[in-house]
């Protein structure tokens, strides 16, 4: 008998944001690589990329790019690279945020000016100038895929700023989907509920969002990655061919609360 193709057989694509093997990009990565995918890889700086050379050689991966998205000429670097080894691109994972985590607890209020500018530009900004250079190499059509947190339209606490940039990125993939549609580029958010990654770890009290989650969501769990992974798979597949503009939730249904579960109080 012979072997089924997988979902994103003879399909390649750039996934930025790989910090290590518990990180959201890389489960993401993983089952797009389960499936047939061929993978480059961008990371940032010296350390990260000692991190991601063993994960990227471990699905078949010899591109890695260090890129300073705040950098146009890093990023356009990047993508002139893709297109002297691969010369197109079918899909890109851009798993990219930050902000000064002394601002990330306290009043929102008091966010600083050159913070707010910087977590803009990183966490949303790099994703458009990311989408424009794409675009050239999507030749055949293709599918931007970014990362959300519900902290984008409701108050969480200790996110802040971040919550901000979120809603910018959210707005932006419909804009950027209007934009690119007629090219036959599809862009979507997937938006995970809070999960155990070096990212969340630096939001304060992330270990009680996580219990309280896990308390009260309809599935009464967390995401995993494997969850993830399995929803940018459908997104980055031809299975996905009539989906874009979308903010994709996988959080356990717990963005359908109006209230905690009677029996969720003990997580608080």
């Not at 945020?97 to 008091?110: H, I, N, P, T």
């Not at 000016?113 to 293709?142: D, H, K, P």
């Not at 700023?161 to 979507?188: C, Q, T, W």
């Amino acid at each position: 008998m012979n072997a089924v193709p997988g979902l994103m057989q003879g399909k390649r694509g750039l996934v930025m944001g790989v910090a290590n093997d518990r990180s959201i990009a890389w489960g993401i990565a993983s089952a797009l690589a389960n499936e047939g995918a061929e993978l480059a890889f961008s990371y940032q700086g010296e350390a990260f990329g000692r991190r991601v050379e063993p994960l990227a050689e471990s699905v078949g991966s010899d591109i890695l790019i260090d890129v300073e998205v705040t950098d146009a000429t890093s990023v356009e670097a990047c993508f002139r690279t893709l297109r002297e080894r691969w010369g197109r691109l079918d899909f890109l994972v851009h798993a990219i945020a930050y902000s000064d985590k002394a601002e990330l607890s306290g009043r929102f209020v008091d966010t600083s000016r050159e913070n707010f500018l910087n977590s803009l530009n990183i966490s949303c900004y790099s994703f458009i100038e990311i989408a424009r250079q794409a675009e050239v190499l999507m030749t055949g059509g293709g599918t931007l895929v970014t990362l959300t947190y519900m902290g984008s339209n409701r108050v969480q606490p200790n996110y802040n700023v971040m919550g901000v940039a979120k809603a910018a990125l959210e707005s932006a993939v419909r804009y950027l989907a209007n934009d690119l549609g007629p090219k036959g580029i599809r862009v979507n958010a997937i938006s995970p509920g809070p999960m155990k990654t070096l990212a969340g770890a630096a939001i304060a009290g992330a270990r009680k969002t996580y219990k309280t989650i896990e308390a009260n969501a309809p599935l009464r769990a967390n995401a995993t990655l494997e969850a993830v992974g399995g929803t940018a798979v459908y997104l980055c597949s031809d299975q996905g061919a009539s989906t874009t503009g979308e903010i994709i939730r996988v959080d356990g249904g717990y963005h359908v609360l109006g209230m905690y579960q009677a029996d969720g109080a003990q997580a608080m």
